[in-house]
């Protein structure tokens, strides 16, 4: 049986037994017991389901890294630290020196850095692609040595939307993998796996948690590629020597997310810690509501500030003016989500007096979560890109990052009419 995505909002990933406690439980502990030696042993060879160390997995955080996999489609879901680690760690389980990755370079600031400064460090390049270049571009970077296609379906905080049967497509003919970065739009506006994706990342801290509670991050393993023989991928289809000979690509299912975890989470112990995966299991319940509240709040949001003298140009998907409105249609019907953009007339120093003006929506660096917030990039998740780089990341000087949260949409409004006031 297949629910619809609000049903596993608040059912997915954990079944009681009789007499077990309704949610999961937080099982706070670094270790499980066995009785029988052969009992830990198939667990060791991967031949029996269970725990027996939370650097590799846990029950709470297998509760909720299962609710995100059902909600996205796929066959298995990884629990990380962050979003961070989830996007290292997907790269690392795929990705060797002198491997490279093709990306979007409409992308968070953090993945930027890691794939522009950190991975190049381990021998691993990234080539970036302007999202709207056509396929050609896109496919002139593509080589015998490139393990991934990475893209965010929302980009923060350009919020450009992607075209996903254009990467699909490119992803398909060359066999390589399309990993997107679903954490702006959620499983419940797009389902990324279902327009060809085959690895989704979230960063769970943002809309997944939905209340700023818990960091954490999740990859689902689509279980939709084909890594049986494509040289592509040679250590899937080589023996293991770390983990008793075992090949990946033989594997009848989540052929990804096992070798993440026997290898990656093993080495890294980039796991979700069982507080964080508990908490970001029960915010996750009101994530279909939300995401209507977050995306609705916003159209109107939107709407007031397009309208405004101050403001100088706005950019969210619900507007009918703006570039990515047709793709938004097609891979977002429901609503586009809380996260919009726009600059204020004048220079940088009115954008500041702005924020500061404002009383009910917060100066943060956080984005996507109930509560409505703003951030100025230039000045701080982008501060280490050049004046170019911000260009190329769609991230111009005078942006402001607005997060729409589930307040009354009135109370948003007029927090932003009197602090534009002010300037
Ligand atoms: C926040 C964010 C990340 C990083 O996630 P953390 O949980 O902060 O490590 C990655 N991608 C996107 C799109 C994000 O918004």
């Not at 066959?75 to 491997?99: N, P, Y």
Request: charged share 20%; aromatic share 8%; net charge negative.
């Amino acid at each position: 049986m297949s629910y619809k995505k609000d049903t596993i909002c608040v059912q997915g990933g954990y079944r009681p037994g009789s007499g077990e406690s309704r949610i999961p439980p937080i099982v706070q502990s670094t270790t499980f017991f066995y009785d029988t030696t052969q009992g830990m042993a198939d667990l060791f060879d991967l031949k029996a389901d269970g725990y027996f160390y939370t650097r590799l997995a846990n029950p709470t955080v297998a509760a909720f890294e299962g609710k995100v996999a059902e909600l996205e489609g796929g066959v298995a879901g990884i629990g990380c630290a962050s979003g961070m680690s989830a996007i290292l760690l997907t790269m690392m389980t795929i990705c060797g020196s002198g491997d490279n990755v093709v990306s979007s370079s409409a992308i968070y600031g953090g993945s930027f850095n890691l794939f522009s400064v950190t991975l190049p460090k381990f021998g691993i390049e990234t080539r970036f692609f302007d999202p709207d270049a056509s396929a050609e571009e896109i496919e002139s970077l593509i080589d015998d040595k490139t393990k991934v296609i990475f893209t965010e379906t929302i980009a923060n905080p350009s919020i450009k939307v992607l075209d996903f049967e254009k990467i699909a497509k490119i992803s398909k003919k060359y066999g390589v993998l399309f990993a997107v970065d679903n954490t702006l739009a959620t499983p419940i506006l797009c389902r990324p796996i279902e327009w060809g994706a085959n690895l989704v990342i979230h960063s769970s801290s943002k809309y997944l948690d939905g209340h700023a509670a818990a960091l954490g991050g999740v990859i689902v393993d689509g279980g939709n590629f084909n890594f049986k023989g494509n040289a592509r991928y040679r250590t899937f289809n080589e023996p293991d020597e770390s983990y008793h000979g075992l090949v990946y690509a033989d594997l009848p299912s989540a052929q990804f997310a096992t070798k993440c975890r026997a290898q990656m989470m093993r080495d890294t112990g980039a796991i979700m810690s069982p507080q964080n995966a508990f908490l970001s299991w029960l915010g996750s319940d009101t994530l279909a509501l939300r995401m209507e509240r977050h995306s609705s709040n916003a159209n109107k949001v939107a709407a007031y500030l397009a309208s405004h003298p101050k403001i100088d140009w706005v950019l969210h998907p619900s507007l009918p003016e703006n570039r990515y409105h047709a793709l938004a249609a097609k891979y977002m019907p429901n609503g586009c989500g809380g996260m919009l953009s726009f600059g204020i007339k004048g220079d940088v120093s009115q954008a500041a007096k702005f924020m500061e003006a404002l009383k009910l929506v917060t100066q943060e660096t956080h984005v996507a979560d109930a509560r409505s917030c703003v951030l100025h990039p230039a000045s701080t998740t982008h501060r280490q890109l050049s004046k170019e780089e911000l260009t190329e990341a769609g991230v111009p000087e005078n942006l402001v990052r607005l997060s729409v949260g589930i307040e009354n949409p009135d109370d948003i409004i007029a927090d932003l009419a009197q602090a534009l006031e002010k300037i």
